[in-house]
């Protein structure tokens, strides 16, 4: 079908009246067309709320989303996963706590802040607008989550998404770009540490929500893999004082092999000990959101080495 014929169709897959056939086609558009995946959260937040509840996106469509957006980037990937999970809360899960302190809602308004310093280094305006000089991520999470305490959280979610669509449109044709977050990235890197960050906050909302975790396509786990990968040497060094190398076997589909040497001083040397581990877990791992204990690894050389730095991986969550 054309694109016409099914934006004529979005309007009835915002109200599930579609059949299971138009269904399929609407949401397999929507995972390719950002302008009508924007329409198609508008009008299922507008109908929602003409209609006293929140609908439920039809069953699958996470993972129909997923699978259907290989040639999308890791970042609007992600964004689009958010996107419809949150299209499905009731107004008392905005209000659940999903990481510490933070509810859903303020943890969307998370993503956003930090988004923004992405949108402020593309030259994008942000809301509240960005001092000068851009302040740390936290310092920015204070005044977003100041900025939005009296919004709804449609206008937070609406905010949030409206932003990151700027940036996956802007970032097409940026040119070198470097974005200051707790460190500063090459823009690249900068949205995939976003990417990353999406994805695992995704995952916080879910399991507040009562819903099932989903990982990232393998082809987009991988650049998160090796971001964490070229992360590490600086994060571990803190915590392990040593001028050896750890070989990394991320197993599963996008994973690979690295080299990361505790030391980034240091010239490389031959790893002292090789640590094998499934490529989601290692990186649920560097988000603190699973413990070494938790997961099926295997070791071979210097074992306490590894141990050490498995215990540190988990410090780099604060990085992106």
Request: proline fraction near 11%; hydrophobic fraction near 45%; charged fraction near 20%.
């Amino acid at each position: 079908m054309t694109h016409d014929a099914v934006a004529e169709l979005i309007g009835a897959w915002a109200l599930d009246a579609c059949p299971p056939d138009e269904t399929e086609l609407v949401e397999e558009h929507l995972a390719s067309c950002d302008t009508c995946a924007v329409e198609a959260a508008a009008l299922r937040e507008a109908a929602a709320d003409l209609g006293g509840a929140y609908l439920r996106p039809p069953a699958h469509s996470l993972s129909r989303l997923l699978a259907a957006a290989p040639a999308k980037s890791p970042y609007g990937t992600q964004v689009a996963a958010l996107d419809l999970l949150l299209s499905d809360l009731t107004p008392v899960q905005w209000q659940r706590p999903a990481l510490g302190e933070l509810t859903v809602r303020e943890l969307v308004a998370h993503l956003a802040a930090t988004d923004s310093l992405v949108a402020h280094a593309l030259g994008l305006p942000t809301a509240p607008p960005m001092p000068a000089p851009p302040p740390s991520p936290a310092a920015r999470t204070e005044a977003v989550l100041r900025f939005e305490e009296n919004r709804s959280p449609s206008q937070t979610h609406r905010a949030w998404r409206s932003q990151a669509d700027e940036i996956a449109k802007a970032s097409t044709s940026a040119g070198a770009v470097m974005v200051k977050l707790s460190r500063t990235f090459p823009l690249e890197d900068a949205l995939t540490a976003r990417a990353y960050e999406t994805w695992i906050h995704r995952e916080d909302i879910a399991s507040a929500t009562g819903r099932p975790p989903m990982p990232p396509l393998p082809t987009h786990i991988h650049p998160m893999a090796d971001l964490a990968a070229r992360v590490l040497p600086r994060v571990v060094s803190r915590a392990v004082a040593s001028s050896e190398a750890v070989r990394l076997h991320l197993t599963g589909p996008g994973g690979g092999t690295w080299t990361v040497p505790l030391d980034p001083a240091s010239a490389m040397t031959s790893p002292a000990t090789a640590i094998t581990v499934n490529v989601v877990d290692f990186c649920r791992l560097a988000a603190n959101r699973q413990a070494p204990s938790q997961l099926a690894i295997t070791i071979e050389g210097d074992i306490p080495l590894a141990h050490a730095f498995l215990a540190a991986v988990p410090s780099m969550a604060p990085v992106p």
